[in-house]
């Protein structure tokens, strides 16, 4: 159970590293976003494929750049992500003793 959700916030983290470099230097392609991060070529193009679904980037002759919906995204990101962080903060278990019992 734990596993899974391990996995989707590393993939998360891929999405949104990828993202980043596309911010930072549009337009970028897959090679040299693969040679930078060390992710594979077939990982950074499925977090691509992500991020234009949701209209955070969009393929160019010269590579990936931003669209009009990147810099709101960026804008909500911290709060969404505190908001999950507190969810999970309050699903840990306070006294491990309680179970023993």
Not at 21 to 34: D, L, W
Request: charged share 35%; no cysteine; aromatic share 2%.
């Amino acid at each position: 159970m734990i596993d899974r959700l391990e996995k989707e916030v590393d993939m998360l983290e891929r999405h949104l590293q990828v993202l980043s470099m596309v911010i930072e230097n549009e337009p970028i392609g897959i090679v040299k976003m693969s040679n930078e991060t060390g992710y594979p070529h077939h990982k950074v193009r499925y977090s691509l494929r992500v991020l234009e679904e949701e209209n955070l980037i969009e393929p160019s002759s010269q590579g990936a750049i931003t669209t009009e919906r990147t810099e709101e995204f960026v804008g909500e990101l911290d709060e969404k992500l505190g908001e999950i962080v507190g969810k999970i903060e309050d699903m840990k278990i306070v006294d491990a003793d309680t179970i023993e019992s």
